[in-house]
Structures are given as C-alpha cells and as structure tokens.
C-alpha cells in the first residue's frame, strides 16, 4: 500500500492530491492521542408515524438532473490532517445554505462565518470530557467497526457538504484506534452506484450525496448500509470478503430497499440479523443469507416514553414524545441486554437516546441519553470487551463539529449508558463557559 505524503500549505493542493488518491488501497498513517442544520432544524425526512416510512420528494427522474456537479464542493473528505491543539475545537458546519468553517486549513472557495457552531458548553459543565478527534478531519455521523481482522474501521457521511452531494463511501482503518491509514473510496456512486446516481430535490436544491453509511462485519463479511438523500436505503455487501470490497448490491439493486434515512444492522449472539433505520420504530429480521427481509416490519413499542419536552426536538413532540429520537437508529446487545434508540434534541444537544429491553423487539424501557452530544453515531466493542461511543458533534453544546471521535461508556446499575470516568483520548483544552 502507498503512503499518501501531505504537507501541504492550502486546500488546493490537498484536493488535487485527492482526486489521485481516492482509489488507492492506501493513505496516510496519522497519529493521535488516541449531521448540518441545527439539530432543531427539519434537515432530513423523519417518520410521521411509529411505523410510517418517511415521505419524500418527487421521483428523481421527474427532476432536472444536472449535467455535472453543480457545487465547488469536492466530494471526499480524503485523509486528513494529525489532530493538534487547534483542531481540537471549531470544525465544519454543513448545510444547505452552505459550508462554514472554523480551522487551519482553509478551502478554496467562499465559506460562511463561525457562527459560535461549538461552544463547548458540554465540557465546560462537566457532562462531557474534553475528548479530541481521532482525525482531523471533515466526517458525520461517525462509526466505528471492530472487524474480523482485528482492525477497527471508521467511516460516516463525508465530503465538504453533504446537502448538496459528495462521491460515495470513505474508508480508514487502525490496529489500536490511534494510528489510521485511509484506505481511500471503498465505494463509488458514479462507477457502481445504480438508483442511488440521480440527482434529487433536497429543500429546493439539487443534491446527489450519501448519508449515514455504516460499515458492519456479519457472519464473516462485511456490509455496507447507507441513505441517499432525502430519502432511499441500500445494502451492500463486498465480494472480496474484504472491508475495502468491492460492493455490490445485497438485494435491491435497482430501488431503494425503503424509503427513509440512517439505517443500521445487527448482529444477534446466535447469528441472527436486524435491520432498522431513521427512529428506530421499528425492526425487520433478514434472511438468513443477508439476500433480504424475512418478515415485515415490527412497530416497536417504548413502555415508560419520556415526555419532558426538552428531551426531545419539536418533530418528536409534535408526535406525542412516545419515541426514541428523530433519526440516526441504533441497535446493539450489551451484557444480555438489548440496546435501541435514535438522535434526539435532549436538553439543545444532538444526543442518541437508548431504551432498553430483554428482547430485541421490546418493548424497551428507561430512554435516557447516553453521550451528550453524541448523537448519530454508534456503539462498538474495543479488543478488551470494553464499550465505546462514536463520536462527530452536531450541536453547539459539542467541543467540535463534523470530526471522528470516540468516548469510552460504562453502563450504570439500571444497565443505562454512561459516559466512563477514565477517557484515553482527551486533552487539556478548556473552553469558556457559556454566559446564562
């Protein structure tokens, strides 16, 4: 594999060197100690119902498509930078109304002024510990996979601005969730994509771009699972065996499996797999070959629902405050306990919610909020059996936004998530505290 060498004095050269380097099966080696509207804002389609898929826009091919990339965004976030005392704050704020910027490596075209993005209120009061980026970095929605080779594996929503578009899946890898190797673009939309290349209509823009997308290691290969925007689901499996693929298609390759955003998939102990999505309100089985849904969805019931009205955004209360969260669902098991939630709003900051329960369809109990600020992301199990939290920051409350992080868990005595007293990856930065 090659070493990607940067040093690089602008964003210029580096997107010139990504454009070469996005294909390779190799990157740079970084060390490290070791989604974007406000979370208030209706970014991205959600449920209207506990078992109604999300409404979308009209069908891409009743929309203009353009000729090519409409956007000066690039596409692909590349390898990134070693994480100093400088990146260690500030970071990107996507959305639709453009890219703002906070940081030392500056783009090569216009973008829009730091508005107080991140504060890092949430260290400040002492709910968050000052944890620093694994990369620094331009990824959302985080996610971390513990492979079948040992090596962890992180990848999420990347490019400079998913709202409007971005080329597909990016891929890094670590042997000890310190050092990491960019592995480049794993999949493609133009060169292996197929509904998911049309352009489509995202709050009266165009936009082709991948969001959410999850790798996951199940019965022995790897799987992809990943939302276009605003609304469409795809599965891929790679047919090497390997995490850098190539994918194809699991099933459904020529629609969308559902219409919704943020899926995600898990594993049982005995082998069987679960598919969810967007609020976790409901599960599906797979077949036993991953070549499909054995059943039909099972609405997901949350037996003690929380409805203290800053636990939860105003899409969430408008529903009755009977859910997990908005988006973002996740699913996992944890000392014979089964784990399943969603993004929330819970008190301004973008946290995922989790409910718990014996059985995998519920009912689940005690939503509560697991890592402030740490919504839209998952959980994974490091070589040690120990738990941890992806991370990226989507909130003011958060320390940084858009950048891969990590932050280790403990589970309480009633099994809740918490963040763990002892954190590896931190470092003494400390911001100002926020005037009341």
């Not at 009743?62 to 965004?73: K, S």
């Not at 509904?195 to 082709?208: I, M, S, T, V, Y």
């Not at 020529?254 to 049982?268: K, M």
Request: charged share 20%; net charge neutral; aromatic share 12%.
């Amino acid at each position: 594999m090659h070493l990607i060498k940067r040093n690089l004095a602008n964003r210029h050269t580096r997107r010139s060197l990504l454009a070469d380097a996005s294909l390779l099966a190799g990157g740079l080696l970084l060390p490290a100690a070791l989604r974007g509207e406000p979370a208030s804002a209706s970014t991205t389609a959600a449920p209207t119902a506990p078992t109604a898929a999300p409404q979308g826009p009209p069908a891409p091919s009743a929309y203009p498509q353009p000729a090519t990339n409409p956007y000066p965004y690039f596409g692909i976030s590349g390898a990134g930078y070693p994480v100093v005392e400088a990146s260690c704050h500030g970071g990107y704020r996507s959305g639709s109304s453009g890219l703002a910027y906070q940081g030392i490596h500056p783009y090569p075209f216009p973008t829009l002024p730091w508005d107080n993005y991140s504060t890092g209120s949430a260290v400040a009061s002492g709910i968050l510990p000052a944890i620093k980026p694994l990369i620094d970095v331009q990824v959302r929605d985080t996610i971390v996979c513990h492979g079948g080779d040992g090596n962890f594996y992180l990848t999420g929503s990347t490019g400079e601005n998913i709202w409007a578009y971005n080329r597909g899946v990016e891929l890094w890898k670590s042997p000890d969730l310190v050092h990491w190797q960019y592995l480049g673009l794993v999949w493609d939309i133009d060169k292996e994509g197929t509904w998911e290349k049309a352009w489509r209509d995202l709050h009266g823009k165009p936009c082709r771009a991948i969001w959410a997308p999850e790798l996951h290691y199940l019965r022995g290969n790897y799987f992809i699972c990943l939302s276009i925007a605003p609304t469409g689901i795809s599965i891929l499996k790679s047919t090497s065996g390997k995490p850098e693929g190539p994918y194809v298609h699991a099933f459904s390759p020529n629609e969308p499996i559902v219409r919704g955003i943020d899926p995600t998939l898990f594993e049982d102990s005995d082998g069987t797999v679960y598919f969810t999505y967007a609020g976790a309100n409901k599960i599906a089985r797979m077949n036993d070959d991953l070549s499909g849904l054995a059943e039909e969805f099972r609405p997901v019931v949350l037996a003690d629902p929380d409805h203290t009205p800053s636990h939860h955004a105003a899409r969430c209360t408008a529903r009755g405050s009977n859910d997990f969260g908005t988006e973002g669902a996740v699913l996992f098991k944890a000392d014979g306990r089964y784990y399943l939630g969603a993004a929330d709003e819970y008190e301004g900051r973008y946290s995922t919610c989790l409910g718990i329960s014996d059985t995998v369809y519920g009912p689940y109990r005690s939503r509560h909020e697991s890592v402030p600020c740490g919504g839209g992301t998952g959980f994974f199990q490091g070589r040690d059996g120990g738990w941890w939290s992806s991370f990226f920051g989507n909130d003011t409350q958060s320390p940084f936004r858009e950048k891969p992080a990590i932050v280790k868990v403990d589970f309480d005595a009633q099994g809740k998530v918490v963040v763990a007293a002892k954190q590896p990856f931190v470092h003494g930065w400390k911001p100002t505290p926020v005037a009341s």
